[in-house]
């Protein structure tokens, strides 16, 4: 639509502060109407007054004329509008100021109202719509597509894309020829321009840069372009979920420490208790079930000797600790979500001067050196999405950035590694290009409205897009403890147990060579070994004194 209107000056000061009174006085007046904003004859009316006011008594010498009239002609193209300006006596001009140019051909300032084409341009080519609507239109199809979901031209060319477009010409009784285009898309667009083609139909993405040369429909996609990252994660509903918060090195040490606590407590006690004797399988059993029952409770009355109470105290402290740790990590993995991203900011991956990677040929290069900021160095380009997928594993690259439709297929096919970070940048979406001569846009609008309005649209995303299986293994887990975290317990409790076995061996070899001072050899040692065992459980079951300790008397 063409308007006209008469033009004055709306953001001055005097006109900020005429308006603001205006409205104050129109409200108290008519507190019912709605409408109070002040039109050309307010304004016109208020001026002239003013101008009375200031030039009507003394100083009518210096009466200045009023202006030339101006209009401004306006040009409404969907919901953007662009302004030319008239003056009386001076012409048409862009802008109004005091650096105006003006010319007396609308002609020179015709592309400000319609930056495509001329207005006389619609016209001719309505009147010959009814010609050339039967003419079978020349479509590239862009081969080269890292997505086959989108764009596949293997034995035929088919794909969501391909399905969205032939639906759209069928509505609009359109008939073409698709030709598949192995070129770069900015290739494409130049081909396009130069009138080789006559649209393009394609995962094409909207810019300004192409609009300059192209255009395109209204965006058949969700807009927006998503970073990905790599994922830390893991799965709580596993069968072996119970053994994840600590890793099998952890496992291994506790199990390897237990054993020994054990072993230690035997040999100190076993010649206090006689329940602690019997067969080496009957003994084995003790020492494990000595080592882990230790691990619950301290035992403290059924114990003999103060070097294995000591042992124990130390390793039932340390096991607290482990067991706590344990029962938090578990809690965590059941309880904190899975997918978690690595990454989760543009400004993080700039922090760690860190390399992105895009799509080959895509327009994506292009925001993220401009309105992201990634150097030239930090931005690398992949031809297929299971590069894409090495890269990220591999760290070579730490994020890749994808069209929003382009994302969720990438996303759908690799669920577990991968995951978007939540944070959506602006860009155009993805649309079909034509020819600056293509007359019927209007009605390619219409006809994906109707496409998406009649759910054509999302049962072709299901059918192309959203019935993709997730392909790869679950990323492997990161979150369990590991021996780094426990090092200063687990030196302190074996540290604490060799002590105590050390002072036993000591008092057990001091005590033989009180009674063999002389010529002791192996035979003598075993011996005199199992004598003193055995003269222990006799002194301990005649020795018990009231108040239940023990008081042990040697005999030479």
């Known amino acids: 639509m063409v308007g006209v209107k008469t033009y004055f000056p709306e953001n001055t000061p005097e006109f900020s502060h005429f308006r603001k009174r205006f409205r104050q006085k129109f409200d108290s007046n008519y507190p019912e109407e709605e409408q109070d904003e002040p039109g050309i004859f307010a304004v016109q009316g208020y001026n002239a007054v003013k101008l009375l006011q200031k030039y009507l008594t003394e100083n009518i010498q210096e009466w200045k004329p009023i202006h030339e009239p101006t209009v401004e002609i306006v040009s409404v193209i969907g919901k953007k509008y662009n302004s030319v300006y008239w003056t009386e006596g001076l012409g048409f001009s862009d802008d109004i100021n005091g650096a105006s140019v003006y010319t007396h051909s609308m002609h020179n300032v015709g592309r400000s109202l319609w930056p495509v084409q001329p207005w006389y341009a619609h016209r001719r080519r309505r009147m010959n719509q009814e010609k050339t609507s039967g003419k079978r239109m020349k479509v590239a199809v862009p081969c080269t597509s890292l997505f086959p979901e989108f764009v596949k031209c293997e034995d035929s060319i088919d794909g969501f894309v391909i399905k969205v477009f032939d639906e759209m010409m069928t509505k609009m009784n359109q008939p073409y020829d698709a030709i598949p285009f192995y070129g770069t898309y900015d290739q494409l667009m130049e081909e396009v321009y130069s009138e080789k083609y006559d649209a393009a139909a ?6 300004e840069k192409r609009q300059e040369s192209v255009i395109f429909t209204q965006p058949y996609t969700e807009s927006g372009l998503e970073m990905i990252v790599p994922v830390r994660s893991g799965s709580s509903n596993q069968s072996w979920l119970f053994l994840k918060p600590f890793t099998s090195g952890m496992w291994r040490l506790i199990v390897a420490i237990t054993i020994y606590n054990g072993f230690v407590i035997w040999l100190i ?7 602690l004797q019997g067969s080496i399988i009957t003994q084995i059993g003790i020492i494990l079930w000595l080592a882990f029952s230790s691990l619950f409770t301290l035992r403290g009355d059924k114990m003999h000797s103060n ?4 042992a124990v105290v130390v390793w039932l402290f340390v096991a607290l600790v482990i067991i706590q740790s344990y029962t938090a990590s578990l809690a965590s993995m059941l309880t904190t979500p899975k997918l978690e991203p690595t990454i989760t900011s543009v400004d993080m991956l700039k922090n760690m001067n860190a390399t992105v990677g895009y ?5 994506i290069y292009d925001y993220l050196k401009v309105v992201l900021g990634f150097e030239d160095l930090k931005i690398s380009s992949y031809n297929s999405t299971d ?16 069209e929003v439709p382009a994302a969720k297929v990438f996303l759908a096919k690799y669920c577990k590694s991968f995951i978007r970070t939540g944070e959506t940048f602006k860009v155009g979406g993805f649309g079909f290009a034509f020819g600056s001569r293509f007359s019927r846009l209007l009605d390619a609008n219409k006809a994906l409205t ?3 309005e009649s759910r054509k649209l999302k049962e072709l995303e299901d059918e192309y897009l959203n019935s993709g299986k997730c392909v790869d293994e679950e990323p492997e887990e990161n979150q369990s403890l590991n021996c780094h975290s426990f090092w200063v317990l687990f030196v302190l409790t074996v540290g604490t147990s060799t002590i ?3 002072i036993y061996i000591i008092m057990r070899i001091i005590e033989f060579i009180k009674f063999k001072p002389k010529h002791i050899n192996l035979f003598q040692l075993i011996a005199f070994i199992k004598v003193w065992q055995r003269r222990s459980r006799m002194r301990r079951s005649s020795t018990i004194v009231p108040n239940g300790e023990i008081e042990i008397q040697y005999t030479h």
């Open 387 to 402: 590069g894409y997928a090495e890269a990220l594993n591999s760290r070579e690259i730490a994020a890749i950035f994808l």
């Open 269 to 275: 006690e076993r010649s206090h208790d006689k329940n």
């Open 500 to 502: 105590a076995l050390s």
């Open 359 to 363: 799509c080959n040929g895509s327009s």
């Open 307 to 310: 070097l294995s109470r000591m």
């Open 202 to 207: 394609g995962d094409v993405t909207i810019t």
């Open 450 to 452: 109707n496409i998406s």
